[in-house]
């Protein structure tokens, strides 16, 4: 076959091209593994923090071993315990204002989750603090730093029996009018 010298030239140039197409596939998959490795990146990388301040109007000082804990969870589900995302816990918890950033995964915040954060302080087992109201974040709620304002929980001495209720209506005490 013979081959002019124009078409001589130019089959160098067409080479060029074939080559420039079979390097696609190397590109695509260059950037595939970029993509995964994106997504194995740690998850710090990959996650949000929600911060703020908690405090209390009551003007006394906290024991020393005293711990406060702020909880961010998903409360959309009606009658199901809600769902963990983050936690923070100081111990000790020092005074108020306690400072708190809470950790969470981006990923497990849904548009259709319902988030509050939740923040208690106990002695041990016992309840001193904690919130009472909903405050709604992530979702449309407040902007960070968040502020939760805590209320004492009334853990009073329990109160004394008056003992059991005589079986024989006859002696119940009587009402006077």
């Known amino acids: 076959m013979f081959r002019s010298r124009a078409h001589r030239e130019a089959a160098p140039a067409q080479g060029h091209a074939w080559s420039q197409l079979r390097s696609i ?3 695509i998959t260059t950037a595939g593994a970029l993509a995964l490795a994106a997504l194995a990146l ?3 990388a990959l996650a949000g923090n929600l911060t703020g301040t908690a405090a ?3 003007q006394i000082a906290l024991p020393p071993d005293a711990a406060f804990e702020a909880v961010l969870i ?3 589900i009606a009658d199901a315990p809600a769902r963990e995302l983050g936690r923070v816990r100081l111990q ?12 969470y995964r ?4 849904s548009p259709a989750g319902r988030y ?3 923040a208690t302080v106990r002695l041990g087992e016992r309840l001193l603090f904690t919130t009472d109201t909903f405050t709604p974040v992530l979702s449309g709620g407040p902007r960070q730093p968040l ?7 009334d853990v009073g001495p329990p109160k004394a029996s008056v003992g059991p209720m005589p079986s024989n209506p006859s002696v119940w005490p009587q009402h006077r009018r």
């Open 106 to 109: 981006d990923g497990d915040v």
């Open 116 to 118: 509050t954060v939740r």
């Open 42 to 44: 740690p998850v710090s």
């Open 74 to 76: 998903d409360v959309a």
């Open 25 to 27: 596939p190397i590109a």
């Open 92 to 103: 000790p918890a020092g005074q108020p204002p306690f400072r708190f950033s809470i950790p």
């Open 56 to 58: 209390y109007r009551e």
């Open 147 to 153: 502020t939760l304002d805590l209320v004492a929980v």
